[in-house]
Structure formats: structure tokens, C-alpha cells
């Protein structure tokens, strides 16, 4: 929970503040990062080019308590918009995505390979919704703030989502999955 005593302080110019904001948040940040381009450099200058921009536009932060859900945001939006100036299209490495993945507590990796490569198929919307809610646990409402969008929006989002990647995985695993997630929203 964010305190916005924290918040204001940090709003006046208090920098010991902001780290407190921030320290908390940051392999949460980093992963969201780290999804979209999935390199770890360019996830880290991403996570800082982001806390940069946040600590400049903080003093109009209306709302102190979502603190770190306009810090997602932002987040997300430097991602997007670094993958637009560099179209970037790499995939990561399967031992790499293994230790990110929270969402894919499966024990072979081939699924957790082929589970990447479909979500980074999808379009950027459905992308983002299920990347939020499954492998970053946000709630639909907490998504809905996020992206700006309402939650019906998010909700139709995520079931597209997972409706896509079932089409694109046509395995017995990804029915297993979906399953498991569907009962948990």
C-alpha cells in the first residue's frame, strides 16, 4: 500500500521519497519491461527512462494513492514506444523467459517456449491485458485504471486473449491453462 504522505513528500522534490516509491516496485516495473522487449539491457534502460519521466510528471499525480498504477503506465508506455522506434521483434531465449514466467509453473519448458511465442502474436491489447493479469497479477479493476480503459473492456480483452492463444496453441496443455486462469478472474 502506497502512502501518500509519501507521495507528497516526494511531490515537493523529496528524492529519498521517490526511491521509497519506487525501491518496491522495481522487479515488478523491470518484468513489465522485460516482457514487452525481452532483452535485459533494454528492459533496464526502459525501467529507467520510466522512473526519470515518472519523478518529472509526479507533481501532477492528482490521485497519490494509485501511485503505482500510473507508474505501470508509464512503464508500459515507454515500452510500447520503444518497441515502436526500434521494431523490435526478438524473442527471448527459453531459459531466460523460464525464470521470468511466473504465470508458467510447468515443468517443461517446450510449453512455457510455446506459450511465449503465441502471446507475443497476439495483438498489443490483448497482449497487454493478459501479461497485467497473469504473469503481473493485477485485478481486472486495477487493469481498467491502468490502461485507462473500462472494465468490461478489459475483461472482453483478456477472454479474446485467451480465445486467440487457445487457436494458436491447439494444445491439450493451453486448455489446461486457460482453464486454471478462467476460474481465477
Request: net charge negative.
Amino acid at each position: 500500500m502506497i502512502h501518500t504522505s509519501l507521495v507528497e513528500k516526494a511531490q515537493q522534490g523529496d528524492e529519498q521519497s521517490f526511491y521509497e516509491l519506487i525501491e518496491p516496485l522495481q522487479n515488478q516495473l523491470y518484468r513489465i519491461a522485460y516482457v514487452y522487449v525481452q532483452n535485459e539491457d533494454d528492459a533496464v534502460d526502459i525501467f529507467q527512462q520510466s522512473v526519470i519521466r515518472a519523478y518529472e510528471a509526479l507533481p501532477n499525480l492528482k490521485e497519490l494513492q494509485h501511485f503505482s498504477t500510473w507508474m505501470t503506465r508509464i512503464v508500459i508506455n515507454c515500452s510500447k514506444t520503444y518497441i515502436q522506434k526500434t521494431k523490435y521483434t526478438q524473442l527471448t531465449e527459453p531459459q531466460q523467459f523460464d525464470s521470468y514466467a511466473a504465470a508458467d509453473q510447468s515443468t517443461n519448458i517446450e510449453e512455457g517456449i510455446d506459450l511465449w511465442q503465441a502471446l507475443s502474436q497476439l495483438e498489443e491489447k490483448y497482449k497487454t491485458a493478459l501479461l497485467l493479469r497473469f504473469y503481473q497479477d493485477y485485478t481486472v479493476k486495477e487493469i481498467a485504471t491502468i490502461l485507462e480503459l473500462p472494465e468490461g473492456t478489459v475483461k472482453t480483452n483478456i477472454r479474446r486473449g485467451l480465445q486467440r492463444l487457445r487457436q494458436l496453441l491447439k494444445g491439450a496443455y493451453i486448455d489446461e491453462w486457460v482453464q486454471s486462469v478462467e476460474g481465477n478472474h
